[in-house]
């Protein structure tokens, strides 16, 4: 994703790019809940989401931020966040319910949860990127 700016988004707003990547699945479903970690086959079918923290702008794709796109849109920023006062940004898709929150606590890289619509919940860090 080095490089790349989505149409309308200056360079200036480039600073508040984040691509989050998985590292692991939780799977709630078993009797006994499973944690699994995402290795370089279960990558190549794992969802990454870049977001522009400001608009909430994101795109997910397939695999690698450069990946096949599988969805596109505005997410509905319920909370900011602020590294300085160390708050957690929270955004939802209002369409899908998939929620995502970030950590500002750690700093960079930002530890991130995903929810999907399905209750597929993925946890990793997101990055910023140039």
Known sequence: MAGLLWAGVSAAQAEDMVVCT?????????????VIPIDAARMAGSTVTSLDLESGAFHDNIGAADGR?????????VNPGSHQERIDFVALDPKTGMVLHLSFVDGD?????RVDREGTISSGHCEYTP
């Open 69 to 77: 796109v599988l969805a596109s849109g505005t997410l509905s920023i």
């Open 109 to 113: 890289p930002l530890p991130f949860t």
């Open 22 to 34: 998985p590292a692991y699945y939780y799977n709630s479903s078993e009797a006994t809940p499973l």
